[in-house]
């Protein structure tokens, strides 16, 4: 497709932006200068590494600046004349004076059917909550996070058991077609925006490790959420205290079971089940867990992991 001859300037920085990015380019609108967050130290090596962003821009060879502080960059952003700013999971908070340089303003794509799950995790959020629907927001920015008139959105079904990083990719194509549909409407001043509902808004948060502790006196299905929602990050984990050492282990794949009288046992309490499953007593039900993962080791599906720690069941998590 024949890229169009508007000057564009995208800011993003993490996989979410890359995505964003990579599906307008082939809808047609590749930017002329990407604002991305300096390359960063990462892992046990500290191998400098740049942002998703940055390697999309590369591959397409569009201009790249990486200010520490966005304002550094103003002489950057005014000097191209742009048309537009596209703006797609930002690490930085842009002020005004940046956000009213195009001609045609600045346009943020916000992966939720906004009001609904504003903020910094929505797709954590929406899984977490069970919400049975979602999609991509595409809004003219304003000076409240999340809170500018919607200018197109679009809606998906989730699928059963779909977890963030499938939830995650599928919402960036989607944010980066809409994108490349919404831009030239936008332009030619055919759409009009639509003003959030104040009263419907709710709020995500910035996820935690500690976030990652289960709680299982919560329900199962709660749980089971959680481990989808929170993979890879921030995991969903438990500890396990064997004879003098507590043993961290992470779940990593797991169902509600529903099939039995779980109303015996001490909440999380470890047992076996029938079919020689793994199952947790919870709150409300059990949670049968197929794939896990000890402190330092690989992960294991439960049936090895039950051969290997006999003495895990039984026992009682915290």
Known sequence: MENSKEKIIFIGTPEFGAIVLEEMIKGGYTPVLVVTSPD???GRK???TPPPVKKIAEKHDIAVVQPEKIKDAIPQIKNINSDLIIIAASSYIIPKEILDIPKYGSLNVHPSLLPR????????FTILNGDEKTGVSVMK???KVDAGPIVS????ILKEKETYTQLHNKLGELGGKLLA???PKWMKGEIETKDQNEKEATYSKILKKEDGKIDWRKPAEEIERQIRAFSPWPGSFTFWQRSDKLIKIEILEARAYKNINSSNYQ???TLVAPQNHLCIQTGKEFLVVEKLQMEGKKEM?????MRGFSDFIGTILS
Not at 117 to 124: A, E, H, I, M, N
Not at 301 to 305: P, R
């Open 153 to 156: 959105q679009e809606e998906i």
């Open 46 to 48: 500290q191998i400098i």
């Open 181 to 183: 549909e919404t831009i």
């Open 40 to 42: 960063k130290k990462v």
């Open 117 to 124: 799950w504003r903020g910094p995790s929505p797709v954590q």
């Open 267 to 269: 909440i999380g309490k």
């Open 141 to 143: 920015v304003a000076e």
């Open 301 to 305: 599906n439960s049936e090895d992991f």
